[in-house]
């Protein structure tokens, strides 16, 4: 069974830090990409930050463009998600996916696992 876990979520006030993991389990492929996507409320869920596990390969999002950094541990099945200088407008839940195929896309419909979601609120 693939299971993808996300922790770090929080509440902080605007200019703060928080750092988001994916910890995936089950899946039976190495060479998988994982994306970070954030879904505000009354809004779609959007692709924020996007990693290819075998090079590096990495997308993001303009708004977060200097601001965020994506980073994989092979070793731990584990994708980060630092954030940095966070904005009001970066509140939403926060949802990791594994895409089986290993393409670096924004697109919900490429991915084929999702975690549960972690809830980033940034306060003014």
């Known amino acids: 069974e693939v299971q993808l876990v996300e922790s770090g979520g929080g509440l902080v006030q605007a200019g703060e830090s928080l750092r988001l993991s994916c910890t995936a389990s089950g899946i039976p492929y190495d060479d998988y990409a994982v994306g970070w996507f954030r879904q505000a409320p009354g809004k779609k869920r959007e692709a924020i930050s996007c990693?290819?596990?075998?090079?590096?390969?990495?997308y993001y999002e303009d708004s977060v463009k200097g601001r965020f950094t994506i980073s994989s541990d092979r070793a731990k099945h584990t994708v980060y998600l630092q954030m940095n200088g966070l904005k009001p407008e970066d509140t939403g839940v926060y949802y990791c996916?594994?895409?089986?195929?290993?393409?670096?896309?924004?697109?919900?419909?490429?991915?084929?696992?999702w975690g549960q979601g972690t809830q980033v609120t940034v306060s003014s």
């Open positions: 996916a594994a895409g089986l195929d290993g393409f670096v896309v924004p697109l919900v419909g490429e991915y084929d696992w």
């Open positions: 990693i290819r596990r075998s090079d590096g390969t990495t």
